[in-house]
């Protein structure tokens, strides 16, 4: 329970009248001081008053007092800052290293809060704070989503940055690499995006007017015209399927020209996946925006509105894959042009977090802004997720709203974070509990 008395101390959820430390001294918290999240004490800068003398230092918290000792704090110098030790059990009496007595207070967590807790811990129905929802403050809900929001572009722009950094700067393979990734639409992300990493596209630029070799490239680096790629049912049809003959030819040369290789064909997954998402599909999708110079950051970078940014993704597939999902199986002529859903998905996913991180990278603070203003402009995602969150009562108005829905769906409620989360605060602090007919103070 630790970690609930820190954030009993934080937000101050206990009665601050009868505190004391344990050899009698009246206790007054001023200020908790600042949450520390590396080494040394758990609160810096705090102010309290002992026995009417005013202290400024640190605040150290455990669930039992001879935890102080067992950790090591009573030989280490950064702890001799700590103004008082704050615990749920006395069962020793710290000192410093000058073997001083550290002030020590014994705190408790309100039976309404552990109770409180205790709830969210257990609940199994998701999301655990779901009750009071419907009673938020619309500020309360505004805000946090806000935050939530940021939250989740600054986590899209570390993983942007570290593409550019893999490929010593170069924001346009990372722009391609982030783009590839959410072609994989979740289920083949990962291969995409390892399949995009190893595309060598300053050699494929020079090839980039031949849309057969575009193809070839594509196809041939991700492993797909490899035997062991093909179904066993469809081996004998590709075997005489003369556009995968050529594309294998083709290959071998531009693979012996820039010493390619493929990556494990093993690495794309296709059970339960509709065919129009089949790799195949995908990458001759992307073949065709390569061809056409619509992967390129600056073309994104001229977007001014969502219209420009659709426009920009929406892509087909060449006359080969109008008729098939994959070599050797024939399926009825389509198009299989990206849906609007899939394209908004990609702006949501791609277009909007590269711009945002671009404009981090380069200190473009209006790029930044349109980022946001273009996730504004966006309808909600509709998924699972978010269609529990309406039936809670959380109704997604945009796509900011909906991604930051998600943000609070993985990253709080499925780690049952509850302490970190604004809707949790408001769960612990104001929600009856039980048996009782008050509040939590």
């Known amino acids: 329970m630790e970690k609930l008395l820190h954030y009993v101390w934080k937000h101050r959820l206990y009665h601050s009248g009868g505190l004391c430390t344990t050899d009698g001294r009246k206790v007054e918290v001023i200020d908790p001081g600042l949450p520390n999240a590396h080494a040394g004490p758990d609160f810096f800068n705090a102010?309290?008053?002992?026995?009417?003398?005013?202290?400024?230092?640190?605040?150290?918290?455990?669930?039992?007092?001879?935890?102080?000792?067992?950790?090591g704090h009573g030989d280490d110098k950064a702890y001799d800052s700590v103004v008082l030790h704050v615990v749920a059990e006395a069962d020793a009496q710290p000192t410093d290293t000058r073997g001083r007595p550290v002030p020590q207070m014994l705190l408790g967590v309100p039976p309404s809060v552990a109770a409180n807790y205790r709830e969210l811990l257990a609940t199994d129905t998701y999301p655990p704070c779901y009750r009071i929802i419907p009673e938020l403050p619309p500020m309360t809900v505004t805000s946090w989503l806000a935050a939530l929001q940021a939250e989740r572009l600054e986590q899209k722009t570390e993983a942007i940055s570290r593409r550019a950094a893999m490929k010593a700067g170069a924001w346009e393979e990372a722009y391609f690499a982030t783009l590839a990734r959410n072609f994989g639409f979740g289920i083949n992300g990962d291969a995409f995006e390892q399949w995009a990493m190893s595309v060598p596209l300053g050699a494929a630029a020079h090839h980039r007017d031949d849309p057969f070799q575009v193809e070839a490239l594509f196809m041939g680096q991700a492993g797909l015209l490899q035997d062991e790629a093909i179904s066993p049912r469809h081996r004998a049809e590709a075997a005489a399927d003369g556009y995968l003959q050529r594309l294998r030819?083709?290959?071998?040369?531009?693979?012996?020209?820039?010493?390619?290789?493929?990556?494990?064909?093993?690495?794309?997954?296709?059970?339960?996946?509709?065919?129009?998402?089949?790799?195949?599909?995908?990458?001759?999708?992307?073949?065709?925006?390569?061809?056409?110079?619509?992967?390129?950051?600056?073309?994104?970078?001229?977007?001014?509105?969502?219209?420009?940014?659709?426009?920009?993704?929406?892509?087909?597939?060449?006359?080969?894959?109008?008729?098939?999902y994959s070599f050797g199986s024939e399926s009825a002529p389509s198009h299989?042009?990206?849906?609007?859903?899939?394209?908004?998905?990609?702006?949501?996913?791609?277009?909007?977090?590269?711009?945002?991180?671009?404009?981090?990278?380069?200190?473009?603070?209006?790029?930044?802004?349109?980022?946001?203003?273009?996730?504004?402009?966006?309808?909600?995602?509709?998924?699972?997720?978010?269609?529990?969150?309406?039936?809670?009562?959380?109704?997604?108005?945009?796509?900011?709203?909906?991604?930051?829905?998600?943000?609070?769906?993985?990253a709080y409620c499925d780690r049952r974070d509850c302490l970190r989360c604004r809707f949790g605060y408001e769960y612990l602090k104001r929600r009856e509990v039980k048996g009782q007919g008050s509040r939590a103070k």
């Open 336 to 410: 299989k042009r990206l849906s609007g859903q899939s394209i908004n998905l990609l702006a949501i996913n791609t277009a909007i977090p590269v711009l945002f991180a671009y404009g981090r990278h380069t200190m473009d603070e209006g790029l930044c802004q349109r980022a946001f203003g273009l996730l504004e402009s966006l309808k909600p995602e509709n998924n699972a997720i978010i269609r529990t969150w309406r039936e809670c009562g959380l109704n997604a108005k945009t796509a900011a709203d909906s991604q930051a829905l998600l943000q609070l769906k993985r």
């Open 47 to 71: 102010k309290v008053k002992i026995g009417g003398t005013l202290w400024a230092g640190n605040v150290e918290i455990h669930d039992k007092a001879s935890d102080w000792d067992a950790h």
């Open 249 to 324: 030819t083709e290959y071998a040369y531009l693979a012996r020209k820039f010493g390619l290789s493929p990556i494990d064909c093993k690495l794309w997954r296709f059970l339960r996946l509709r065919p129009q998402n089949f790799p195949h599909i995908r990458i001759a999708q992307m073949a065709t925006l390569y061809h056409e110079g619509r992967t390129g950051l600056g073309l994104l970078l001229e977007c001014r509105g969502i219209d420009d940014v659709r426009r920009l993704l929406a892509t087909h597939v060449s006359a080969y894959w109008q008729t098939h």
